[in-house]
């Protein structure tokens, strides 16, 4: 996503957020790939389904960490999740500028995009996932959102860095802490032999 981010930063000096379709292959170009005839007219129906005549900048972007996927399985994007994906992306972009303050979001006001995006906000659910898209003064950008969001709404699902156990340990430090500690009560005396008694050889038995 950031190799797609900044050839298209590149391309796009005006910093609009879009270019027009004749910049295409210029844009391919500065990423590294090649699309020819009837193929590059079929990425293009892919990244302006509407004929607008422009690239939208988080739709390229999605569109290439596709591409990746799909040069893995040899699969393609359908019309209509194509279509949806569209549709999730913008609505992902439309919330995130609802509430950013110079084009990023801070970690505080995650809650406030979540409910801008019709998603109920749990603050133990997010986390991870303010640790894995804020950066290290604590703000979101809309690139990093927009690829978490549709990661996870299209991809695994699986954004979980740490194991259950550390989030455990987080927590409450002292959890178990006790559990290897000597059992000293109840039954645990009752077998203990007593340094004075003698075994008789005959039948075993101490005395």
Not at 53 to 79: H, N
Not at 158 to 171: F, I, N, Q
Not at 186 to 192: K, R, S
């Amino acid at each position: 996503a950031k190799h797609a981010a900044q050839g298209f930063d590149t391309v796009d000096q005006d910093k609009h957020g879009k270019i027009p379709i004749d910049k295409l292959e210029d844009l391919l170009d500065e990423i590294g790939e090649g699309f020819y005839g009837h193929e590059l007219d079929k990425q293009l129906a892919i990244l302006d389904p509407n004929d607008s005549g422009f690239i939208d900048r988080a739709a390229f972007i999605e569109w290439y960490c596709k591409l990746g996927d799909d040069s893995d399985d040899g699969g393609s994007l359908d019309t209509e999740e194509r279509e949806e994906r569209e549709e999730e992306t913008t609505k992902a972009i439309n919330a995130f500028e609802s509430v950013a303050t110079a084009g990023s979001v801070e970690k505080d006001d995650f809650g406030k995009l979540m409910e801008a995006m019709g998603t109920t906000y749990c603050e133990e659910e997010h986390r991870r996932t303010l640790k894995k898209i804020s950066d290290d003064d604590g703000n979101i950008s809309q690139e990093a959102f927009v690829s978490w969001y549709m990661d996870w709404l299209f991809g695994d699902g699986d954004e979980s860095e740490y194991s259950d156990d550390d989030d455990d340990e987080e927590r409450d430090p002292s959890v178990n802490k006790e559990s290897n500690a000597p059992f000293s009560g109840g039954w645990g005396n009752m077998f203990t032999v007593d340094n004075a008694s003698w075994k008789c050889e005959a039948c075993m038995l101490r005395n």
